[in-house]
T-cell receptor, first 113, second 115 residues
Framework: EAQVTQNPRYLITVTGKKLTVTCSQN?????MSWYRQDPGLGLRQIYY???????DKGDVPEGYKVSRKEKRNFPLILESPSPNQTSLYFC????????????FGPGTRLTVL | GESVGLHLPTLSVQEGDNSIINCAYS??????FIWYKQESGKGPQFIID?????DKRQGQRVTVLLNKTVKHLSLQIAATQPGDSAVYFC??????????????FGTGTRLKVLA
């Protein structure tokens, strides 16, 4: 089944404890992206990647890192999480030739205490 | 399911009627405009997109209209069904023409279909 998977789906952590949210897609998509969703603010793009070893900042990259070492994986790293990073996170992927048709993962609910 | 917005504007429509969801955008330089649907507890799902040099595009039961003069985008859903109940987001793609692919999303509209 073609899909985008994220792990973990739910995470409660404490301020300053490094964490990684994994994202994997099995559709051979070049484009991958991370978003956060907060009530009243819609989705905001954190980082995106056009292909392996190519990443770029979205609108809200502060406090986050990403890497794209393999085409299928695009992990989101929070080196020192803070409470204002409590949010619902979505990973998405698409083909470069059809870039607007992004396929989203199920989301990761992160709480930073 | 997950709460995607506590105070979203809400559109209530009778089943079988047509729905029109509106969106105002800010950047006249955006290359594409996109509509996504998000059901409770799920990630957004692509519906349809329109390039900035077009003013109308039709899909299956949906039509997107783009008015660049007033920077307005709308999604029309024909014969609205209970399965259309969801939050709808408009989004702008900025930079596709120059090789960058940033997306700016609106805050969403909740569509409620009344039986």
């Amino acid at each position: 089944e073609a899909q985008v998977t994220q792990n973990p789906r739910y995470l409660i952590t404490v301020t300053g404890k490094k964490l990684t949210v994994t994202c994997s897609q099995n559709m051979n998509h070049e484009y991958m992206s991370w978003y956060r969703q907060d009530p009243g603010l819609g989705l905001r793009q954190i980082y995106y990647s056009m292909n392996v070893e190519v990443t770029d900042k979205g609108d809200v990259p502060e406090g986050y890192k990403v890497s794209r070492k393999e085409k299928r994986n695009f992990p989101l790293i929070l080196e020192s999480p803070s409470p204002n990073q409590t949010s619902l996170y979505f990973c998405a992927s698409s083909l470069i030739g059809d870039f607007n048709e992004q396929f989203f993962g199920p989301g990761t609910r992160l709480t930073v205490l | 399911g997950e709460s995607v917005g506590l105070h979203l504007p809400t559109l209530s429509v009778q089943e079988g009627d047509n729905s029109i969801i509106n969106c105002a955008y800010s950047n006249s330089a955006s290359d594409y405009f996109i509509w996504y649907k998000q059901e409770s507890g799920k990630g957004p799902q692509f519906i349809i997109d329109i390039r900035s040099n077009m003013d109308k595009r039709q899909g299956q039961r949906v039509t997107v209209l783009l008015n660049k003069t007033v920077k307005h985008l709308s999604l029309q859903i024909a014969a609205t069904q209970p399965g259309d109940s969801a939050v709808y987001f408009c989004a702008e793609n900025r930079g596709a023409g120059s090789g960058t692919y940033k997306y700016i999303f609106g805050t969403g509209t909740r569509l409620k279909v009344l039986a």
